[in-house]
C-alpha cells in the first residue's frame, strides 16, 4: 500500500513538472507572439494575453506541488521538535499536516460540490456554464487546475507518511528565492 | 440582509451606478429590509462576485456585462458603437423588447438574475493626447487603445488603428506614444487624473457605458410577493436616480473637462453621422450573429 | 477569542510552511465567525486572486535569472566589478557591492543574490586578508541592491496587489537602488580606513575592456527591460518575455546552454512561482473574511483615531513594515500587510509608486536583521558561518539602510524624479 502511495506521488511530481514546464515555456512563447504581433504586425492578436495569463495560473498552482513535494515551502520557523521518528516529532508532523489538510480539503469539496445542489452546482459545474471571452473555450477546463493541485498535494502528503522518515531529506534553506 | 457589492467608490457626484444603488437602497430601507453596502473589491473582482451571486452567498451585484456575456454572448448587442442614441432610448429598447425575460431565461443555469442595465457616465468619447478629431479621418494616423475584438472592428471600420492594451497599461501608454487614445467617458481622463497628458475630448457618443445589475436567483426567487414588489419598486426608483444624475451631469462634464486644460469637440448631428455610417460595418462583421444583430436594430428603431 | 492566536502559535512551533499555516487559520477563522458556508467560495477565491494581469511578468523574470545564472553570467560581473573598483582600499567589499548592482539588473531577488555571490566572495575576501564575518555580511547586506533596481519580483506582487503600475515601480527604484549602493561603499570605505583592509593592487586585476567585453551581454539587459518599459516601447510583461530571449542568447556568448540547463530553469521557475501562488492564495481566504466582517473599515477607523497623515502616516507605516520585516518573509509580510494598509496610505496623500519603493525597501532591510534575516540565513548555511555572529556584524549596514530608509520615505522625489522624467503620471 505505502509503496503504491509513493509510487503515485512520485508518478505525478513528474507529470506536474513537465506540465509545469511546458506551461513555462507556453507562457514565454506566448508573450513573445504578442510582442512580434504588436511591434512587427502592429495587430496584437486578443487571445495572447489571456492564454498567457492562464498559462500563469497553471504554472503557480502545479509549481505548488512541485514545492511541496521538494518541502521548498517558505516556513516562518522551523520545527521546535525532534524530527521523527521520536514522539514529538510524530505530533509535529501530525500537526503540519492538520494544517495541510483543514486548507486544501475544503477547497477539493468545494471545487465539486454546492451548498446546494451537490456536483451540478460545485465550483466545476458552475464554471462549465461559462465561456471564456477570447478562447471559446468553456472555463473549467482552465479552472480544473485547482482541485487537481489540490489532490495531488494530498497525495504527496500521504506518501510524506508513507516513506521511511530516515529517508526524508529536511527542509533545505531555498537557494532561489522572491525576496 | 441585502448585501450589494459595489463598482465605484460610494461618491454621489461621480457615479451613475452609486446613484442607482441610493435609489433603490431607500426604497428597501422603508419597507423594512436590511441592506448592506460592501465596498468596491471587498467580496473580490468580477468572476468573483458572479461566482458569489451564483451560489447565494451575495445578493447583488453591479457587474461588468461581460460576466453575463460570459453565459450568452447576446448581451453585447448593447455596446454595438451607435445603436442607442441616448440611455433612455436604451431603457425604452431593454423593456419594450423584454430583454430582461430573453436574458434571464439564457442565464438562470447559473442561478442570477439580470435586474437592470445602468449607466455609468454620459456616453463614450474619443479621448487622445494630441489629435483633435472631428472626423474618421482625423484620426487616420492614429493607434487607438482597443477593449477588445468589437473595438478593433469599429477602428478599423473608422479607418484607423486599434491595438489591445489592458486598462491598467493604458496611462503610460498614452504618455509614451504606444497609443494616441481610447474611446470612454467623459468622466475618465479627470477621474483618473488623465488630465495632463490627455489633450482632446470629441464628444461622438459612441457608445453608452453601462453596468449590469445582477441579483441572485435564489434570493429573488426566496422573496415573498410583497418584498418581490419592494424590489421590483427599487428597481425603479434606482433607474429613475441614475437617469437623473445623468441628465445633471452630461453637460457639466464636458465643461469640467475644459476646465482641467482639455480641448472638448462639440460635434454636430451631422459629424456624428460621419462615425455612425462607417460603424455600420461592425454590425454586419460577423463578431455577433446576424440574427442577434437584427434583433437589437429592429429594436432600437422601433424605440427610436 | 484564545484559540485562534493559539492555534497560530502552534502551528508556528511545529514548523508549518506559512501558506499552510495561513491557510489552517483562515479557515478555523471562518468556522468561529459562524461563516462556515463562505468556505464554498475557496477554489473560485484561489483561482481569480492568481489570474491577475500584473503577476505574468513575475514567472519570465525569475526564468530570466535562472537562466542567466545557469549560463555563468556570475563570474564575468564580478571580473568586471574588479576591474573598475578592485585597486581601491577595501577592494574587494566595493566588488562585492558594484557585483550585486551589475546582478540587480537580471535577478529580481535578493536571496538569488546571497546564493549566487555568497560562495564566492566570502572565500575569496578571506583569502585576501578579510575578516570571514565582515566578508559575510557585505555579502549579504548589498543582496538588498537585488529587489530595489529593476527587475524586482515584490515590486510585481506590490503591483499586482494594489494595481499600482509595475512600469512606473521599476523606473521608481533605479535611484534608491543607486543610492543603496553608494551608501553601502561609502560605509565600506570608512570600516576599510579603520580595519586597514587590504587594497586591491595586485597584477592579477583583470584588464578593463576585456572584462567589460565579456560581461557587456549581462549589463545591456537591464538597459534593455528599462529601457523598452521607460520608453513605453513594451509592458513589463512584453518587457520580461524579451529578457528571456536576451537571456537564451546571450546565455550562449558564455559558457553555453543545453537542453537540461533550460528545462532546470524553467522547473525551478515553476516551483518559485509556485511558493508565493499558495501563499497568495492562502492569504486571500483570510483577506475575503475580512471583507465580510469590515475588518479593513474597522482597520481603517483605528488608524484615523492616531490622526496622522501624510508623511507622519508613512514613518508610521515604516515603524509597522520595520518590525514585520524582522519575523516574516517579503512577499509574505507583503501579501498580508499591503491589503490592510496601502489603500488608506494613499488616501493619506501618499503617492502610490512611492509607497511601493519605501514598503518593499522597507521589507527587505529585514532581510538582514534577526531573528529572520532570509539572507543572513543564505550566506550562513553556504560558508558555514554563524548564524548570529553573522547578524552581529551586519548591523551597520542594517543602520545605513535604515538611514536610507527614512530619507526615500521623507523626500518622494528620490523615487519619483526617474519615473516622472519617464513621463509616467505619479503626482
Ligand atoms: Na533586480
Ligand atoms: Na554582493
Known amino acids: 500500500m505505502s509503496n503504491l502511495i509513493m509510487a503515485l506521488s512520485n508518478g505525478l511530481h513528474r507529470t506536474a513538472r513537465s506540465v509545469a514546464i511546458f506551461a513555462v515555456a507556453g507562457m514565454f512563447v506566448t508573450v513573445m507572439v504578442q510582442v512580434v504581433a504588436r511591434y512587427i504586425f502592429s495587430s496584437p492578436p486578443i487571445w495572447t494575453e489571456d492564454v498567457a495569463r492562464y498559462m500563469m495560473v ?54 465539486f460540490m454546492g451548498l446546494r445542489g451537490g456536483l451540478a452546482k460545485g465550483y466545476l459545474g458552475r464554471q462549465s456554464g461559462l465561456t471564456a471571452d477570447t478562447l471559446g473555450i468553456a472555463m473549467i477546463w482552465i479552472a480544473v487546475v485547482v482541485p487537481i493541485a489540490m489532490i495531488i498535494i494530498l497525495i504527496h502528503l500521504a506518501a510524506q507518511w508513507a516513506e521511511d522518515p530516515a529517508a526524508q531529506r529536511d527542509a533545505s534553506p531555498a537557494e532561489g528565492g522572491l525576496d | ?123 463614450s468619447g474619443i479621448i487622445t493626447t494630441d489629435a483633435a478629431v ?41 504618455q509614451t506614444g504606444v497609443i494616441d487614445g481610447y474611446l470612454n467617458s467623459p468622466f475618465i481622463p479627470i477621474a483618473f487624473g488623465q488630465t495632463d497628458f490627455v489633450k482632446n475630448f470629441s464628444d461622438s457618443r459612441t457608445i453608452i457605458p453601462i453596468r449590469a445589475v445582477i441579483v441572485s436567483k435564489m434570493w429573488y ?13 427599487g428597481v425603479a426608483a434606482g433607474n429613475a436616480a441614475a437617469q437623473a444624475w445623468l441628465d445633471k451631469v452630461s453637460s457639466a462634464a464636458l465643461t469640467a473637462l475644459e476646465d482641467k486644460g482639455v480641448t472638448v469637440q462639440r460635434l454636430t448631428d451631422e459629424e456624428r453621422g460621419a462615425f455612425r455610417k462607417l460603424s455600420q460595418q461592425v454590425y454586419d462583421s460577423g463578431l455577433m450573429p446576424s440574427e442577434d444583430v437584427k434583433v437589437w436594430t429592429d429594436l432600437s428603431s422601433a424605440t427610436r | 477569542m484564545w484559540f485562534l492566536p ?67 553570467v556570475t563570474r564575468s560581473l564580478i571580473d568586471f566589478a574588479l576591474s573598475i573598483v578592485g585597486r581601491m582600499r ?88 543607486v543610492l543603496l549602493a553608494v551608501a553601502l561603499m561609502v560605509l565600506n570605505a570608512v570600516i576599510a580606513r579603520i580595519r586597514n583592509h587590504p587594497g586591491g593592487a595586485s597584477p592579477d586585476l583583470p584588464k578593463f575592456w576585456p572584462s567589460l567585453l565579456r560581461a557587456a551581454p549581462a549589463l545591456l539587459l537591464p538597459v534593455v527591460i528599462l529601457g523598452s518599459l521607460v520608453l513605453g516601447l513594451a509592458t513589463p510583461t512584453e518587457g520580461s518575455a524579451v529578457a528571456v530571449l536576451f537571456a537564451l542568447i546571450a546565455g550562449q556568448f558564455y559558457t553555453g546552454l543545453n537542453r537540461r540547463m533550460i528545462l532546470d530553469a524553467l522547473e525551478a521557475t515553476a516551483r518559485l512561482t509556485g511558493t508565493i501562488f499558495i501563499i497568495l492564495a492562502a492569504i486571500s481566504i483570510l483577506g475575503f473574511l475580512a471583507g465580510q466582517l469590515g475588518w479593513s473599515e474597522a482597520l481603517a477607523g483605528w488608524v484615523a483615531s492616531f490622526g496622522l497623515t501624510g508623511t507622519k502616516y508613512l514613518f508610521f507605516l515604516v515603524g509597522i513594515f520595520l518590525i514585520a520585516g524582522m519575523f516574516m518573509d517579503t512577499p509574505v509580510a507583503l501579501t498580508l500587510l499591503i491589503p490592510l494598509f496601502a489603500p488608506q496610505a494613499v488616501e493619506q496623500g501618499i503617492n502610490p509608486t512611492h509607497l511601493g519603493i519605501v514598503l518593499c525597501f522597507n521589507l527587505c532591510v529585514g532581510l538582514i ?59
Request: net charge negative; glycine share 8%.
Open chain 2, 1 to 123: 440582509e441585502v448585501k450589494i457589492a459595489l463598482d465605484s467608490a460610494p461618491e454621489l457626484e461621480n457615479s451613475g451606478t452609486y446613484n442607482w444603488v441610493q435609489g433603490f437602497k431607500g426604497v428597501l430601507e422603508d419597507a423594512g429590509m436590511d441592506v448592506r453596502e460592501m465596498p468596491r473589491d471587498s467580496v473580490g473582482n468580477e468572476a468573483e462576485k458572479f461566482d458569489q451571486l451564483s451560489t447565494g452567498l451575495l445578493e447583488l451585484s453591479l457587474s461588468d456585462v461581460r460576466a453575463i456575456a460570459q453565459v450568452d454572448p447576446f448581451i453585447y448587442g448593447l455596446r454595438l458603437p451607435y445603436i442607442f442614441d441616448d440611455s433612455a432610448h436604451m431603457q425604452r429598447a431593454l423593456a419594450e423588447g423584454k430583454i430582461f425575460d430573453r436574458v434571464n431565461e439564457a442565464v438562470a443555469g447559473q442561478d442570477v438574475m439580470l435586474l437592470a442595465i445602468v449607466p455609468i457616465g454620459p456616453s
Open chain 3, 6 to 72: 493559539a492555534l497560530f502559535l502552534l502551528l508556528l512551533i511545529s514548523g508549518t510552511a506559512f501558506a499552510y499555516l495561513m491557510g489552517a487559520v483562515s479557515v478555523f477563522a471562518f468556522i468561529m465567525a459562524g461563516k462556515a458556508q463562505f468556505l464554498s467560495v475557496m477554489p473560485q477565491r484561489i483561482f481569480a486572486q492568481l489570474d491577475v494581469f500584473a503577476f505574468m511578468a513575475m514567472p519570465l523574470f525569475i526564468l530570466t535569472a535562472e537562466i542567466m545564472t545557469r549560463a555563468g
Open chain 2, 221 to 233: 426567487d426566496g422573496l415573498s410577493e410583497d418584498q418581490r414588489q419592494v424590489v421590483n419598486d
Open chain 3, 369 to 427: 536583521t534577526p531573528p529572520l534575516g532570509k539572507c543572513l540565513v543564505v550566506v550562513s548555511a553556504l560558508t558555514n558561518l554563524n548564524y548570529w555572529r553573522l547578524a552581529y556584524t551586519a548591523l551597520p549596514f542594517v543602520a545605513v539602510q535604515v538611514a536610507l530608509l527614512f530619507s526615500l520615505a521623507y523626500w518622494p522625489e528620490l523615487c519619483l524624479w526617474l519615473p516622472r522624467l519617464a513621463g509616467f503620471s505619479v503626482d
Open chain 1, 58 to 111: 497553471w504554472t503557480g498552482l502545479l509549481g505548488t506541488t512541485l514545492s511541496f513535494k521538494t518541502r521548498s515551502d517558505a516556513i516562518l520557523m522551523q520545527s521546535v521538535f525532534p524530527p521523527r521518528p521520536s514522539v514529538l516529532g510524530l505530533i509535529a508532523e501530525a500537526i503540519r499536516s492538520a494544517a495541510v489538510l483543514s486548507f486544501i480539503l475544503p477547497v477539493i469539496w468545494f471545487s
Open chain 3, 90 to 177: 577595501g577592494g574587494l567589499g566595493h566588488v562585492n557591492i558594484l557585483t550585486s548592482v551589475f546582478f540587480a539588473g537580471i535577478s529580481g531577488s535578493a536571496i538569488a543574490d546571497s546564493a549566487a555571490l555568497s560562495r564566492t566572495f566570502v572565500p575569496e575576501m578571506e583569502a585576501r586578508g578579510y575578516d570571514r564575518y565582515y566578508a559575510g555580511a557585505i555579502t549579504a547586506a548589498s543582496s538588498m541592491i537585488g529587489p530595489i533596481i529593476p527587475p524586482s519580483i515584490i515590486m510585481i506582487i506590490y503591483g499586482g496587489l494594489t494595481g499600482a503600475s509595475v512600469a512606473a515601480l521599476f523606473a521608481a527604484g533605479v535611484v534608491p537602488g
Open chain 2, 134 to 174: 472631428r472626423t474618421p479621418e482625423d484620426m487616420a494616423d492614429l493607434r487607438m487603445r482597443a477593449l477588445d475584438d468589437a473595438q478593433i472592428a469599429m477602428y478599423k471600420a473608422w479607418g484607423t488603428t486599434g491595438t489591445i492594451v489592458p486598462w491598467g497599461e493604458v496611462p503610460a501608454g498614452l
